[in-house]
């Protein structure tokens, strides 16, 4: 489906047929959308693909889904909260910038690696649980995230990279591991 076929609907039921919600902006811009049910048939979420639905609020997204692309959900400000399905090993660059009624996150323990600037900006975001199989957080990860609270780094992070928690203001309590050798600058 291209964006322009769908930029009225509310709501948007995907059919078994699809296997790949492909880069270069499914539902890119689709400013009316506002929740969307991804069938089992769908393994991956490409690039781009909901970047910018401002009224999306709800996503579910099946255990079949192991990859989900760099800026996928970027810019969708009314989404308040998402559930990364088991299976998922990475969260790709600024998949999540800008969600900024983000207020809960699951990570499953499938995923290993959390890439730069992945939430950045998601200025409701109060807490995350980082699950122990995470062993890197790229930079600018949390950068911005102004109501985050808390947070646990993972035992097996060995480097808290820069700009990661750069203006959390909010931010009164995080627990380092031993396992960190390295806090860079503007950390």
Known sequence: ATNTLIKGCKTTIIPKSVTEIEEKNAFRGCTSLESITIPE??????????EGCTSLKSVIIPESVTEIGR???KGCTSLESIVIPQGVTTIEQRTFEGCTSL???????SVTEIKGNAFRKCTSLESITIPESVTRIEEGTFKGCTSLESIVIPQGV??????????????????????????????
Do not use: H, M, Y
């Open 41 to 50: 048939s769908v393994t991956k979420i490409g690039d781009n693909a909901f």
């Open 71 to 73: 800026w996928a959900f």
């Open 103 to 109: 207020k809960s996150i699951t990570i499953p323990e």
């Open 158 to 187: 060995t480097k808290i990279e820069q700009r990661t928690f750069e203006g959390c203001t909010s931010l009164k309590s995080i627990t380092i591991p031993e396992s960190v050798t390295v806090i860079d600058k503007q950390a």
